[in-house]
């Protein structure tokens, strides 16, 4: 090997260090989970009868829902049978993937 080539590999050895350092293993971990998340959220999101004008129609939340839960919105759907002034859920990749409802099939 040569002078330069030398050089190359001791510098990507020195980043393949510091990245190991700053948790590089747990950063792709998360990455993972986040593809993860993002597809099967999706695809339950698709899926599920309760997920309407970009709201969660399953879950009903008072008023006061929008002070707590910061994904919390007026009611946007169309002939819901929530109580007046009710809240839903604002539907995300997220949201839908954690959800106990909606099934893939």
């Known amino acids: 090997m040569n002078v330069e080539a030398l050089k190359h590999l001791e510098e990507f050895e020195k980043r393949l260090k510091k990245l190991e ?3 590089f293993e747990d950063t792709l971990t998360l990455v993972e989970l986040l593809s993860s998340i993002t597809f099967f959220g999706d695809l339950k999101m698709e ?3 309760y997920a309407k004008e970009g709201q969660c129609g399953f879950f009903f939340l008072g008023s006061d829902a929008k002070k707590k839960i910061p994904i ?3 009611c946007r759907i169309m002939d819901c049978r929530g109580e007046q002034g009710h809240c839903h859920l604002e539907l995300s990749n997220v949201t839908c ?5 909606a099934k893939i099939p």
């Open 21 to 23: 350092k700053h948790g």
């Open 47 to 49: 899926k599920c009868e």
């Open 72 to 74: 919390a919105t007026d």
């Open 97 to 101: 993937a954690f959800c106990p409802k």
